[in-house]
């Protein structure tokens, strides 16, 4: 059920990024969870109570994962790539922003994504990676 004007196999591999399509996966470190690791600043903005989304079907989880790409409408047309759509979930301050350095903080919680640098190349790259284990060309 894509809701959204963004790709919807970009969106679904950001979902297999994220939580390998699991809507019950839970980071225990920072509590994300879902489909999209919701943060629970995030699931309060969406008005979701955070605990109940890791008891949620995929089908049910979604509409909230649309609410949420709905939310970033206005970068409709500068995410066409999937570096940048993954951004809306992974770090949207960096959406557009090729020249973007990341905070320490997101590096030390990220430390399998900047493996090569602190940069948007260093994403690129570890999205690429992914891309590759995946066995998938998007």
């Known amino acids: 059920s894509n809701k959204t004007k963004f790709n919807s196999s970009h969106i679904?591999?950001?979902m297999w990024m994220e939580s390998k399509i699991n809507p019950?996966?839970?980071n225990?470190?920072?509590n994300a969870r879902g489909l999209i690791?919701?943060?629970p600043k995030t699931s309060k903005s969406l008005n979701i109570d955070h605990s109940s989304l890791t008891k949620m079907d995929a089908a049910t989880q979604m509409k909230y994962v649309d609410r949420y790409f709905n939310t970033f409408q206005k970068y409709y047309g500068k995410c066409d790539n999937i570096y940048d759509l993954y951004l809306i979930v992974f770090y949207p301050k960096a959406i557009g922003k090729h020249d973007f350095v990341f905070p320490q903080y997101v590096i030390d919680d990220n430390k399998g994504v900047f493996t090569s640098g602190n940069d948007y190349e260093a994403?690129?790259?570890y999205v690429d990676r992914q891309m590759i284990s995946a066995g998938i060309g998007i």
Do not use: D, R, W
């Open 37 to 39: 690791q919701f943060m």
């Open 123 to 125: 994403f690129t790259k």
């Open 12 to 14: 679904l591999f950001v």
């Open 28 to 30: 225990e470190k920072s």
């Open 24 to 26: 019950g996966a839970i």
